[in-house]
């Protein structure tokens, strides 16, 4: 059985930092894209940023040049060092990995959510 275990979130004061980690365990084959989703109360769930096997990354607007996706492929965990917080960034996180069980199964699992608050 394939998990994805989430660490790290708590509490911030604006303008700080805070780390995130989100290791897959189980067995399986590969692990392909990892990504990174939040959702704040009242609004959709977003996609903060996500990273392919190969180190390729992507971010939502509104953490570009503040936000870090990357990956320890060893470790088959995917990290989000979030610095320079605002109270915006104030959400649930998610991540997320499209995770390759045996030859031609993929599919896409979650891990569970860790609050991030950033008080100002």
């Known amino acids: 059985q394939v998990q994805l275990v989430v660490s790290g979130g708590g509490l911030s004061q604006a303008g700080g930092s805070l780390r995130l980690s989100c290791a897959a365990s189980?067995?399986?084959?590969?692990?392909?894209?990892m990504r990174w989703y939040r959702q704040a109360p009242g609004n959709q769930r977003e996609l903060v940023a996500s990273?392919?096997?190969?180190?390729?990354?992507n971010y939502a607007d509104s953490v570009k040049g503040r936000f870090t996706i990357s990956r320890d492929n060893a470790k088959n965990t995917v990290y989000l060092q979030m610095n320079s917080l605002k109270p915006e960034d104030t959400a649930v996180y998610y991540c997320n990995a499209d995770i390759t069980i045996r030859l031609k199964e993929t599919y896409t699992y979650w891990g569970q959510g860790t609050q991030v608050t950033v008080s100002s």
């Open positions: 189980g067995t399986f084959f590969s692990i392909n894209s």
């Open positions: 990273i392919t096997n190969g180190g390729s990354t």
